[in-house]
């Protein structure tokens, strides 16, 4: 597609229940990445994907979080047993290569735990 | 600890004026500096960035100075204008090899 694409846009869950957030990359970007941006904070790296191989996930916070990357393109970033701490807005972004160069972002999808 | 710092959590100035929005890093392993803006309900989108090799580097009425001894660098918008309202994050990166690390960002405000 043209741009990143993130669905939903909006999640409101209740606490302790599962979501999962989807990520669809620019076409053809090799390197996909989740952040998120808790209320007064800025962007926190979560996990980073590039190509084949083992992602980097030295940013996620806890054991409930988890990312896959399915056929090197759509990712989803799943959240277990939801918290209020998870309230963010997570975002994704891409980039044709590996590394901090040309990131774009999705709009990104706002989470609420209630 | 935050690797790159952004003091101002907000800045106000007047149309036609010159904005300076700050940042601080302290991993001198960085080589790479990216400035982002972010409009409400958007993701952040591009705006200019430098290498360490360069200490200016500019884009129309953007530019950035980066002074690596200090381990600072700043973003100058001239002449400021409303539509540059927005969040501005500073971001950098390791020989682009790692992923961006960013700071809290500064809202702008310019006011006609």
């Known amino acids: 597609g043209a741009g990143v694409s993130q669905s939903p846009s909006n999640k409101v869950t209740e606490k302790g229940k599962d979501v999962e957030l989807r990520c669809d990359p620019i076409s053809g970007h090799t390197a996909l990445y989740w952040y998120r941006q808790s209320l007064g904070q800025g962007l926190e790296f979560l996990i980073y994907f590039q190509g084949n191989s083992a992602p980097d996930k030295s940013g996620l916070p806890s054991d409930r979080f988890s990312a896959e990357r399915t056929g090197g393109s759509v990712s989803t970033l799943t959240i277990q047993r939801t918290q209020q701490e998870d309230s963010a807005v997570y975002l994704c972004?891409?980039?044709?290569?590996?590394?901090?160069?040309?990131?774009?972002f999705g709009s990104g999808t706002r989470l609420t735990v209630v | 600890d935050q690797q790159v710092k952004q003091n101002s959590p907000s800045l106000s100035v007047q149309e036609g004026r010159i904005s300076i929005l700050n940042c601080d890093y302290t991993?001198?392993?960085?080589?790479?500096f990216l400035w982002y803006k972010k409009y409400p309900a958007e993701g952040p989108t591009f705006l200019i960035s430098?290498?360490?090799?360069?200490d200016k580097n500019e884009d129309g009425r953007f530019t950035v100075f980066l002074n690596k001894s200090a381990k600072h660098l700043s973003l100058h918008i001239v002449p400021s204008q409303p539509g540059d309202s927005a969040v501005y994050f500073c971001a950098a990166s390791t020989s682009g090899n790692t992923p961006l690390v960013f700071g809290k960002g500064t809202r702008l405000s310019v006011i006609a």
């Open positions: 972004a891409s980039s044709l290569v590996q590394g901090g160069y040309g990131y774009t």
């Open positions: 430098i290498s360490s090799i360069k």
């Open positions: 991993n001198s392993m960085f080589d790479y």
